[in-house]
């Protein structure tokens, strides 16, 4: 067998492969609803099978080939055979719409289309008469009737372990060099039309490194991962998956992010990679369980909470615990928990990385104190993805970490954060201007957020300058700190601040209704629907207590004066959120336009 240099995605897997044989790759949930592993060899098989097909239909180093699908091993097969033929993978979000499908395979000049599952094939056949660059589509489900110029999955291997062309996926494969495209990843276009992301092999493996270097010790250790974020954008696709391949773990894909719990148990996963609203409602769920508990297991968990706030420092720094505190918290452990670990399918987890949005350092410390090593992090589509994380072995809450290996970082002005590394992208796709406007005469990539760093180089996000609201009276304000201050309630489940060219701060607020209901049913209050029970007099002055009490420390100009309670919980589905749930601010002020101008009467 060959052992390739490992310049790209493609040779590491195969030296994997040679070395890890037989052992578990990845599981999936079969029809039977039990998780089922695939070998090292096995997924080689199909990954070679795949790129025959490829290889055989005239597909040539650096076409771009389309991916629109959601997270299943099937993703894997098919990315690892388009880099390992030389192609670039462009990924498209599952939940994306046709014409916003369209618009990526146009502009990427895709000449394969493959798709997940049937709403994905529909979304392309609806638009495939305006995209003559595209020769075929290729379909992972099986087809229910023939579609003229479309194949499933199963027999495009077929033919392609039939086409023989294992010589020519050697050659192509020894032949990609570390700087050639890998992918070309979609921003998610909430200002103007998306742009795209070139990474290359080099970016890839230089983060995949990068990450390896933060703990080794971590890495070397037997893991399983749950894969759950889009593989569509660069934090899963670099962390949750090239990193897992790079260091040998098994990778199981939940079946959605709605059966994320029963995955979570059934899996138990030693390592997760996930963005904030996970935790968010992890966090939520529990406080309203335990609201609703009898008297004896509230003051139990208040008190094993109150033990979890001083094991912050510990499990921060990890240092042992000793004398009184430690048989307390072993105590609290055995009794609380350890059953809600156990309960969470949380039990085996070693560590558990946040990125794609601010964390509050309150779900961060809910999960630090029971012993559950969450570490923020940070980076963009633009930067593979990750340029900061937090050291298991020092961990800041509230901070996104020092910068990775090989990473510079410096503060420009207006304090927005500026990054020179390996990891940064090569550019945007077609769109030479846009490149130009991102980066510094001194070569340094401008992220447009805002951050300070500290005096140990813990960097902490402190906004992002489109996001920045300027008050009627001048006054700049960033609403991501006073948004998560305000999900510290456990009232809160999401919350928008409005503001921007007006005289004073307002919030939009979805209530975290499982707890909201709780409260309600608890003061002897009836309703008939969440509507009803929003408008109550008792709920308006619940709301105000918990601003008052989350923003306290605000200064006057930065308080919310106004608020507005709504009955729907934003998603993807409805369009306030972006595939990596972080709140589409435009989005929101258009479609929620009536209730903020009632908080602007004067206006």
């Given at each position: ?207 995949v490194n990068q990450l ?91 008190w094993a909470m109150s ?249 006057r100009v930065e308080q ?44």
């Amino acid at each position: 067998m060959t052992n390739y240099q490992e310049t790209s995605i493609a040779a590491i897997f195969q030296n994997r492969v040679q070395e890890l044989g037989e052992k578990a790759c990845v599981a999936y949930k079969n029809s039977h609803g039990t998780y089922e592993n695939i070998s090292w060899n096995r997924m080689n098989t199909m990954v070679r099978s795949f790129a025959g097909y490829l290889i055989s239909q005239g597909i040539r180093s650096g076409d771009k080939i389309a991916l629109f699908s959601p997270n299943r091993y099937e993703w894997w097969v098919a990315d690892l055979a388009i880099l390992s033929v030389g192609a670039v993978n462009v990924p498209i979000y599952a939940t994306n719409s046709a014409e916003e499908a369209r618009y990526i395979m146009e502009n990427s000049d895709a000449v394969l289309s493959i798709t997940g599952e049937q709403e994905h094939l529909d979304k392309v056949l609806e638009v495939r008469n305006d995209l003559p660059g595209i020769r075929g589509v290729i379909s992972f489900d099986a087809l229910d009737a023939a579609v003229p110029g479309v194949i499933d999955l199963k027999t495009a291997m077929e033919a392609g372990a039939q086409a023989d062309e294992k010589k020519e996926f050697d050659r192509r494969l020894a032949a990609i060099k570390p700087s050639d495209m890998a992918t070309i990843i979609y921003t998610s276009g909430t200002t103007g039309d998306p742009k795209g992301v070139l990474l290359s092999h080099h970016n890839f493996i230089s983060n995949v490194n990068q990450l390896y270097s933060v703990d080794p010790e971590l890495f070397k250790e037997e893991h399983t991962l749950l894969s759950f974020l889009p593989l569509s954008h660069s934090f899963e696709r670099t962390v949750g998956y090239y990193s897992a391949l790079n260091a040998g773990k098994t990778v199981a894909f939940a079946e959605d992010f709605s059966r994320i719990i029963s995955n979570f148990q059934e899996v138990r996963p030693t390592l997760i990679v996930s963005v904030p609203r996970l935790y968010e409602k992890i966090h939520a769920g529990i406080a309203a369980k335990v609201s609703q508990a009898p008297f004896i297991k509230r003051m139990l968990f208040k008190w094993a909470m109150s033990l979890a706030k001083k094991n912050l420092p510990y499990i921060c720094d990890d240092i042992p615990r000793t004398g009184l505190f430690a048989f307390q918290y072993n105590l609290a452990d055995k009794i609380i928990f350890s059953k809600l670990k156990a309960g969470l399918g949380m039990d085996r987890l070693r560590f558990a990385l946040s990125g794609g949005g601010p964390l509050s350092v309150s779900d961060a410390e809910f999960f630090l104190g029971m012993g559950i090593k969450v570490c923020e992090g940070y980076g963009l589509s633009e930067t593979s993805p990750v340029t900061h994380g937090n050291r298991p072995h020092h961990i800041k809450p509230g901070t996104v970490g020092p910068p990775l290996k090989d990473t510079i970082v410096k503060i420009g002005e207006g304090g927005e954060v500026l990054i020179k590394g390996p990891q940064v992208m090569m550019g945007y796709y077609k769109n030479e201007k846009a490149t130009k406007e991102v980066f510094t005469e001194d070569g340094f990539f401008k992220t447009g957020d805002i951050g300070e760093i500290d005096d140990e180089g813990y960097l902490k996000i402190t906004g992002r300058i489109k996001d920045l609201i300027v008050t009627s009276g001048g006054k700049n304000i960033s609403p991501q700190n006073i948004e998560n201050s305000l999900k510290a309630s456990g009232y809160v489940e999401q919350v928008a601040i409005i503001g921007d060219n007006r005289k004073y701060l307002s919030a939009l607020i979805v209530p975290a209704y499982s707890e909201l209901e709780n409260w309600a049913k608890a003061q002897g209050m009836t309703f008939g629907s969440r509507s009803e029970l929003i408008a109550k007099p008792e709920v308006i002055r619940l709301f105000e207590d918990e601003i008052a009490r989350t923003m306290k420390n605000y200064a006057r100009v930065e308080q919310i004066r106004k608020f507005t309670l709504l009955d729907a919980e934003w998603s993807q589905e409805t369009e306030e959120l972006t595939p990596t749930l972080k709140i589409k601010r435009r989005v929101i002020n258009t479609k929620y336009a009536r209730e903020i101008r009632a908080m602007y009467p004067d206006d």
